[in-house]
């Protein structure tokens, strides 16, 4: 039952973003690919950053560089959406990285 709700919440979520989205009548095809890979892509961000609400943020900018993206130079939608969604999650695991170093640095600077 718990399962249902979580994926029935994940669907209401689903319908915003794609609302926020302003999408057009024209869209309708994003909005079905939408609606099927974005639980897959916010799985595999998951899977590599362990945080649910960070990876639903990079699934979204995910979505919407495919949303620009020209579709007719992607030969296979899941996979372009995985790579994509892939890079995002690595890039910002190297961003914070690089942020907690540069706070360590001012945070020792202000101890000498």
Same mark, same amino acid.
């Given at each position: 039952?718990?399962? +249902?709700?979580?994926?029935?919440?994940?669907?209401? @979520?689903? /319908?915003?973003?794609?609302?926020?989205? @302003?999408?057009?009548?024209?869209?309708?095809? *994003? /909005? !079905? $690919? *939408?609606? =099927?890979?974005?639980?897959?892509?916010?799985?595999?961000?998951?899977?590599?950053?362990?945080? %649910? $609400?960070?990876s639903?943020?990079?699934? +979204?900018? &995910? *979505?919407?560089?495919?949303?620009? +993206?020209?579709?007719? $130079?992607?030969?296979? =939608?899941?996979a372009?959406?995985? &790579?994509? %969604?892939?890079?995002? %999650?690595? @890039?910002?695991?190297? %961003? #914070? !990285?690089?942020?907690?170093?540069?706070? #360590?640095?001012v945070?020792? /600077?202000k @101890?000498?």
């Amino acid at each position: 039952m718990k399962r +249902q709700i979580d994926y029935l919440m994940e669907v209401v @979520n689903i /319908e915003g973003v794609v609302i926020s989205m @302003n999408l057009t009548k024209k869209d309708s095809s *994003f /909005e !079905q $690919e *939408f609606k =099927i890979y974005y639980p897959v892509v916010v799985k595999k961000i998951i899977s590599i950053l362990g945080d %649910a $609400e960070i990876s639903k943020d990079i699934a +979204q900018e &995910t *979505f919407l560089k495919y949303y620009y +993206q020209d579709k007719k $130079e992607i030969d296979n =939608i899941k996979a372009w959406l995985l &790579t994509v %969604a892939s890079n995002l %999650a690595y @890039n910002y695991i190297r %961003a #914070e !990285q690089s942020r907690k170093m540069r706070e #360590e640095k001012v945070i020792l /600077e202000k @101890n000498k």
